[in-house]
């Protein structure tokens, strides 16, 4: 996973060449004009940039999205080669949250999204048959064929369910942690569902995986994901002086918040309805714009005009 890691980096690294080689008096301008998201491939915040994005690009900026994993997510907005990410799942992330903190490279603006959770689960038919519980799959290894299915390489929640995997936690000692994109993890999940077959794997709200299947999410897991089932708030970080150069964006993103209705709609209509995410926001802000008074209070277009009136004008609402 480490080598992974660091030849995203580097490849990343590659293609913001050119980032601050500004001249002094440009630079905080150069930064501004267009900012730059962390997405780790989670559709949730494919989701929210996308959000944030349509609104940025109608006061006059440029939203740049570039597919990074969480840890690397963490070095390159040390670096200050990232400008934003609205994905930081807490307490999930708190390892990488503390490293960056050592180091100073990030700041906190807040949660953008209350009562998500994240942790294991199993469909209904798993769970009527006595899976409720951590407690219970280690017993029931046959059947679930030893593996917990995860997400992407790196992700700090699979490196949670390696940790429980090693030290034998639950009797899933030699159990096998299987990595894959959020989007293969549930199509092997709707698979296995269909012939009624055990899987366990990870799950999450907002998502509207949580309308297309019939979960019971597990209990017992407080060591390891948090209690409430993985209860957790997520955070929108920027990098260090990232506020301070582009006050406007850092007003933006400081007032935006979303809700798990908004983001299950939204994501429904990327994974089910094969939208673009940019013309999934716009569909969604035009049908509900009464969100853009709160996130666009004290913020301006680019060049100082006014920010509610530019936004609404381009959402033709």
Known sequence: MKKTGLLGMMAIGVALAGFGQTTPA????????????????????TSTNALTGVVLEALGYQQKVETISVPVTF?????????????????AQQKFVDAANEKGGIE???????????TLAVPEYVAAAGIKSFADLGAHGDEFDHKIYGIEPGA????LI???????????????????????????????????????????????????????????????FGPNYGGADVYTLVRD??????PNVG??????????????????????????????ATKLLKED????????????????????AAVKDALGV
């Open 108 to 118: 906190n603006l807040g949660v953008n999204l209350k009562g998500a959770k994240f």
């Open 241 to 246: 002086d990232f506020a301070k150069a582009c």
């Open 26 to 45: 440009s630079a905080a301008d150069a930064a501004c004009d267009t900012v730059v998201f962390s997405d780790p491939q989670w559709t949730d915040i």
């Open 251 to 280: 007003k933006l993103l400081d007032n935006v918040s979303f809700t798990l209705d908004m983001e299950n709609t939204m994501m429904g209509m990327i994974i089910n309805d094969g939208m673009a995410p940019n013309d999934a």
């Open 162 to 224: 390696q940790k429980m995997i090693d030290s034998g936690d639950f009797g899933l000692e030699g159990w096998e942690l299987v990595e894959s994109s959020e989007q293969a993890m549930l199509a092997q999940a709707k698979r296995l569902e269909r012939g009624k077959d055990w899987i366990v794997f990870l799950a999450w709200a907002p998502h509207p995986m949580n309308n297309q299947f019939d979960l019971t999410y597990l209990e017992g897991g407080d060591d390891y």
């Open 156 to 159: 700090p929640a699979n490196q």
């Open 75 to 91: 070095e390159m907005l040390g670096a200050g080669e990232v400008d934003v990410f609205q994905g930081n799942w807490m307490p």
């Open 289 to 308: 714009p009464s969100v853009l008074d709160a996130w666009l209070e004290g913020v301006t277009t680019k060049d100082g005009g006014d920010g509610l």
